[in-house]
């Protein structure tokens, strides 16, 4: 019994000092409780826990498919990916991959091939108001390197039968774009400019957009806005530190003037619920998740080895990826309420890929991609492939 005892202290010491629980298996999700440590089938010392700090597993389907996981439709029936393929035609192969769209239906496990072409697609989001999807394509030389300023805001339909340019052909866009409601998206451009388009233009001969110019030429990588105050933010490549800046402006008029609110910022997420913005900067070989709202009140949510984090759809809650170690390129995924409390661990130890999180409309369960090695055709080498895990979940905060 004092050894019983004695070994349920070492645990509870372990975990409260931050080491990694040992209980978990090696790419396999768990469920951790808040206090403990422990996962829901380790009931010693469970019971004292308090439940509104729990979230339970109902199952866990860890290769549901294979493929990079994009959006979800708002039936919850369909998973927007990209899947790379050699192939631009029936008959033409290419010694390249390239990522292409497919669409996977969760209830029938079937996917479905939207596009094919020797173009890089990425990014994509479905685009139900005009039954499509909006997506980023860049190309790729022979190496496989991406080819400066190649990237191009396009839509496609379902079926991938009819597609239109969305940005302007004189256009390198950025990376990453934003859906600001159901009809208006923003983008950047490597030439300093962000443009405004109603999505209710797309499908139509001529896209109708606002153009805003910065007085200074960055090259934007994300951008979003919050419509209602004309306030966007962005993040842009700092020539000198190689490190991403964040920016806001007033789309007020023509031409605009960015300020700089942050530099060597690694993400940012914007709160359209409390009109607040999230932002993770590295700060002395650690993240730092900062919440700012509109009076620009400050509050630190989170520090430590976070790599990526994620606003969920209903804005409640984040989700976040913790690096394991240093020396390792595998992750832990947690969840926590967005003043930074009872954080709880949905999943350890994955190669989590992309930077990519979705969830199923009721918001139940998350789909996410994992990178793994598989033996190419010719046995000669392993080539990346990404395995898509589906958790279901209920989260017993109430």
């Not at 233009?201 to 951008?223: A, E, F, G």
């Not at 003043?339 to 996410?368: E, R």
Request: charged share 25%.
């Amino acid at each position: 019994m004092a050894i019983k005892k004695l070994f349920i202290v070492l645990l509870i010491f372990l975990i409260s000092t931050g080491c990694s629980p040992i209980f978990l298996k090696e790419n396999n999700p768990v469920v951790l409780d808040n206090s403990t440590g422990l996962n829901e089938n380790q009931t010693l010392i469970q019971n004292a826990a308090d439940e509104s700090d729990r979230a339970l597993i109902k199952n866990i389907d860890d290769n549901l498919t294979q493929g990079l996981v994009y959006d979800i439709s708002n039936d919850g029936e369909l998973l927007l990916m990209g899947i790379p393929t050699n192939s631009i035609n029936a008959n033409i192969k290419t010694t390249n991959s390239y990522s292409n769209l497919y669409t996977y239906n969760i209830k029938n496990k079937q996917q479905k091939q939207i596009l094919l072409s020797s173009k890089e697609q990425s990014n994509a989001v479905f685009d139900e108001k005009n039954k499509g999807m909006i997506y980023v394509e860049y190309n790729k030389d022979a190496d496989g390197r991406i080819v400066p300023d190649s990237y191009k805001l396009n839509w496609t339909d379902y079926e991938g039968s009819q597609t239109k340019n969305i940005s302007l052909t004189e256009e390198s866009v950025s990376p990453k774009f934003s859906l600001i409601d159901d009809d208006l998206l923003i983008y950047g451009n490597s030439k300093g400019q962000i443009q405004l388009v109603k999505t209710s233009n797309i499908v139509r001969k001529q896209i109708l957009r606002d153009t805003y110019t910065l007085t200074n030429n960055l090259s934007i990588y994300k951008i979003d806005c919050f419509d209602d105050y004309k306030l966007a933010f962005f993040l842009a490549m700092n020539p000198t530190t190689n490190a991403m800046d964040l920016y806001y402006v007033v789309l007020d008029e023509k031409e605009i003037e960015p300020v700089l609110m942050q530099s060597n910022v690694t993400d940012f997420s914007l709160s359209k619920k409390d009109q607040s913005i999230l932002y993770s900067v590295t700060d002395k070989n650690q993240t730092v998740l900062m919440h700012v709202d509109m009076y620009y009140n400050k509050q630190v949510l989170y520090k430590g080895p976070m790599s990526m984090f994620y606003l969920t759809p209903n804005e409640n809650q984040i989700i976040y990826r913790e690096k394991v170690d240093e020396s390792s390129n595998n992750q832990n995924l947690w969840i926590m309420n967005t003043d930074g409390s009872k954080s709880m661990q949905l999943a350890s130890n994955l190669k989590i890929a992309s930077d990519k999180i979705v969830f199923s409309p009721d918001m139940q369960t998350i789909y996410f991609s994992v990178l793994y090695l598989k033996d190419s055709e010719s046995n000669t080498k392993e080539v990346l492939k990404h395995r898509v895990y589906a958790i279901d979940f209920s989260n017993l905060k109430k």
